[in-house]
């Protein structure tokens, strides 16, 4: 299984429409990949609070649409990372995966939101379930940033058949020691894959912790992005989930 994840820098000179738009080009680029993954609020930028309710968008808004549009023509499974959903008088911060039609098969709303010196919990509403995708590869869980620190979310999805986890995130540097646990823990307590895609850059004073990564079941990292924007590339073996749990079944061994 070929595996993109898209480190994007989040320039705070740079507008939604001109972000999509250079990363669509490096999207172009990246034909003949299975799976291709996005940050967090990316295109808005997360830390551009002032920004979420007036570049919110439907779920079949122009976001939805122009990645719809773009796995079609890339034949490969599309996760856009998320973006500020509008749904009535709410708003949430939602994940997006497209297979290799363009069809929208999989939403997630991020479930905890951040509150340490962020404003998304005063202006986003939180989701209310994991979320648990199919797909050709295996059953995929998804989750965004924040959720990373609590493994019971991540738990709930193995139960519901998860193998590989997908990440997206727009983590601070200041707490990269955090994010370089959580993605090797999460991956390896559940004994699954885990791919992430964080942002990269500076955004209204906010210095972002890039260091993408993808984590096999073993906790072990076999691939890592820097600090700069960056289209991490590498090749999983999905039967390494199944010989694993094989030969050290700790999930079969629970007992809460």
């Given at each position: 299984m070929k595996i993109s994840s898209v480190q994007v820098e989040i320039k705070d000179n740079e507008s939604k429409e001109e972000r999509i738009q250079r990363v669509s080009g490096i999207l172009d680029g990246l034909r003949g990949q299975d799976l291709i993954l996005l940050p967090e609020i990316w295109a808005t930028g997360y830390f551009a609070f002032d920004s979420y309710t007036k570049e919110a968008e439907t779920i079949d808004g122009p976001f939805v649409?122009?990645?719809?549009?773009?796995?079609?023509?890339?034949?490969?499974?599309?996760?856009?990372?998320?973006?500020?959903?509008?749904?009535?008088?709410?708003?949430?911060?939602?994940?997006?995966v497209f297979n290799r039609e363009g069809e929208l098969i999989g939403t997630s709303r991020k479930i905890h939101l951040f509150r340490y010196g962020s404003a998304e919990g005063e202006i986003?509403?939180?989701?209310?379930?994991?979320?648990?995708?199919?797909?050709?590869?295996?059953?995929i869980g998804l989750s965004t940033c924040y959720?990373?620190?609590?493994?019971?979310?991540?738990?709930?999805?193995?139960?519901?058949?998860?193998?590989?986890?997908?990440?997206?995130?727009?983590?601070?540097?200041?707490?990269?020691?955090?994010?370089?646990?959580?993605?090797?823990?999460?991956?390896?307590?559940?004994?699954?894959?885990?791919?992430?895609?964080?942002c990269a850059g500076k955004t209204n004073n906010v210095l972002l912790g890039g260091h993408?990564?993808?984590?096999?079941?073993?906790?072990?990292?076999?691939?890592?992005?820097?600090?700069?924007e960056t289209v991490l590339k590498t090749e999983i073996n999905l039967e390494q989930i199944d010989s694993i749990r094989e030969v050290f079944p700790q999930l079969k061994h629970r007992v809460l």
């Open positions: 649409q122009h990645f719809s549009e773009k796995a079609k023509k890339l034949g490969a499974y599309i996760h856009a990372g998320s973006f500020v959903e509008k749904e009535g008088d709410k708003f949430y911060n939602t994940s997006v986003l509403t939180r989701g209310e379930k994991p979320t648990v995708i199919d797909t050709e590869f295996g059953k959720d990373l620190r609590f493994p019971e979310l991540f738990r709930q999805q193995v139960d519901e058949g998860a193998k590989i986890f997908l990440v997206t995130s727009a983590w601070p540097h200041q707490r990269l020691q955090h994010w370089k646990l959580f993605n090797a823990a999460r991956a390896l307590e559940n004994q699954c894959f885990l791919i992430s895609s964080n993408s990564q993808v984590v096999d079941p073993w906790g072990v990292v076999i691939a890592s992005a820097g600090e700069f």
